[in-house]
């Protein structure tokens, strides 16, 4: 009998159950110390066995596991813990989410114009193959180019492509080309009701992430407003319209809504970064079962009157419309700022666009006790530069050089929030593409350096943002 | 009389069960069908159950056109796989195919001792005949 959860997880072997079986016709004076092979009895039980072991193989385990988070987390079979977690932690999982971004389609000098459908046009990513189809349309003049919406053809996080890449039309159509070239920044996202838009101008240095917050109720003008840049506490600007923000060559303007209302909110928050990116959603996989069981866990915290890291880890992975793209989340208290609670996040290509960020600030705010402030944040993103010596056939130069874009790719925006970049790795993953002969091992360096790169620290968040093409030079062989 | 060593028990079955359960405590009974089933069990028949690999189907020789090499090649094959079982320790099978109808005239030398049965494969079933060794 068993008496063990131990017992129920241990799948038995058919011999196990064979033996059981046979002590049990023993205890009952059956002979079946002259069952041979291909005896009739003999094969009853095995055949019995088998079937027992089936159920005890396939079945028993897990269902014992099923009904326990931490062991429901370990099953093979995703779908027991999804089960667990809707009906007993009412947290359904979040299914894969496609990439969204957008690519311009221009035309050449007497070619067009063309008139696009929505679902007409297919575009390949060079490096990794990956496929878009436009969601929308529009006409494209050679002097006229349009920007349009595109889906990857399937969800999952294999779709994070770079901005800047080389783009083909799959759909050709003549004098046609793509390009997925990334703005100074990005679109403004705005949590609140007020109508007023900002407007970022200027020539940025370096990569950050500000979010302006309006502090007085007011038009262009008459509104205070303040900033945070990079996380760090608010700055107040005043009613100054145009600003720019100290050191980082950014330029805000606070421009009005519809006349005969009031365009900014107190309390309303807009976010946009530098470097802008191509993509509006990020893609991402079905959810991992450990960030599940993690959800899981944390929704004990949402019973709690005081706010603890599982509480707001919970909210920002369970954010609706965001689905499945926060796959890391750090919850860390303000240094300067007491009842400031700073959650950073990030999903499997990097950093989120800021229509995620201000969809999760959303999502939160309303959560927050009043004598708390939660700013959700992306971590810093860190530019890396790889370069490398690499000989390689020259039959395969081409593929060769494909595939190692996307494993560096794949590797670095593996490496995650305040992760470490190895050189040891980036040679492993050259040298396991099928032809490669070899690589200067002393020509591998990480942003110049010969060494592996540490990112962040315990105060400060970082995050690698690979910057393409890749500075790798090619030997044929 | 002679009293037989007991070989134990186990239930009647050549091609199939009964209806209602028979003992066979015979010791020639109860090994020349366990023969008898090894020889019309597809090879490795019993592995889907975990059991013994084994077995040889001679039902797909019935309708074959052998030659003698071939005919004696079976005779091996049948041997060999009749030598599998624990308490057989040497067998002399003399296959014959005649309209359809494999008939194995077999001498076995068992643990309990010899006897003989012949073995009447076709197409569609399989019979055992014991006869006094």
Known sequence: ?477 | MATAPYFGSDTFCLSDVQLIDTLVTDPHVLIGQRLARRLTTPTGGLAVINDDPGGIDLRQYVLKRMGPNEVAALRTDIEHECLKDEEVSSVNADPTLVDGVLNIPMRVISSWGPFAFVLSVSQVNAQVIFSNP
């Open chain 1, 1 to 477: 009998m068993t008496e063990t959860l131990q017992e129920l997880l241990d799948p038995q072997t058919v011999q196990q159950v064979f033996n059981l079986l046979i002590a049990t016709y023993q205890a009952n004076g059956f002979p079946t110390d002259s069952w041979q092979p291909f005896g009739t009895e003999r094969t009853r039980l095995m055949a019995i066995a088998t079937a027992i072991t089936d159920l005890s193989d396939n079945y028993v385990p897990t269902i014992a596991a099923g009904g326990l988070l931490d062991y429901a987390e370990q099953i093979t079979n995703p779908s027991w813990l999804r089960l667990l977690s809707e009906n007993n932690f009412s947290t359904p999982y979040e299914p894969a989410q496609i990439t969204i971004g957008n690519i311009t389609v221009s035309v050449a000098s007497g070619s067009g114009p063309y008139t696009i459908s929505p679902g007409q046009l297919i575009a390949v990513f060079n490096a990794s193959g990956n496929r878009y189809i436009n969601n929308n349309g529009g006409t494209a003049t050679s002097v006229s180019p349009i920007e349009l919406s595109w889906n990857a053809e399937f969800a999952g996080a294999k779709y994070n492509d770079p901005s800047s890449a080389t783009i083909t039309l799959a759909t050709s159509l003549a004098g046609v080309t793509l390009s997925n070239l990334a703005n100074n920044y990005t679109d403004v996202a705005h949590v609140g009701p007020g109508t007023g838009t900002i407007a970022p101008t200027g020539s940025p240095i370096g990569p950050h992430q500000i979010v302006v917050q309006i502090n007085s109720t007011g038009n262009a003008g008459t509104a205070n407003w303040s900033y945070s840049l990079d996380g760090a506490p608010y700055v107040l600007v005043g009613t100054t319209t145009p600003y720019a923000i100290p050191g980082i060559g950014t330029i805000v303007s606070l421009v009005d809504g519809p006349a005969l209302t009031t365009s900014f909110v107190e309390d309303d928050e807009y976010l946009f970064n530098t470097p802008g990116t191509w993509t509006t959603q990020a893609g991402s996989d079905d959810e991992s079962s450990a960030n599940l069981a993690q959800r899981c866990r944390d929704r004990w915290s949402t019973i709690s009157p005081i706010p603890v890291n599982n509480f707001w880890d919970f909210l920002v992975r369970t954010t609706p419309s965001v689905g499945s793209q926060v796959t890391q989340v750090i919850v860390l208290t303000d240094a300067v700022i007491n009842s400031k609670v700073n959650i950073i996040v990030a999903g499997p290509g990097g950093i989120l666009p800021p229509s995620v960020i201000a969809a999760i600030q959303a999502y939160v705010n309303p959560r927050v006790l009043l004598t708390t402030q939660a700013l959700v944040i992306s971590p810093t993103t860190v530019p890396i530069t790889l370069s490398a010596t690499i000989t390689a056939s020259v039959s395969l130069l081409t593929p060769v050089q494909n595939e190692i874009n996307v494993k560096m790719i794949n590797y670095i925006d593996a490496v995650g929030i305040n992760g470490v970049i190895e050189r040891s790795k980036i040679i492993q993953l050259i040298m396991s593409t099928p032809g490669v002969i070899d690589v200067d091992v002393d020509s591998v360096t990480i942003n110049g350096l010969a060494s592996n790169k540490i990112l962040g620290s315990s105060t400060t968040f970082e995050i690698s943002d690979l910057i393409l093409p890749l500075s790798f030079g090619y030997v044929g062989k």
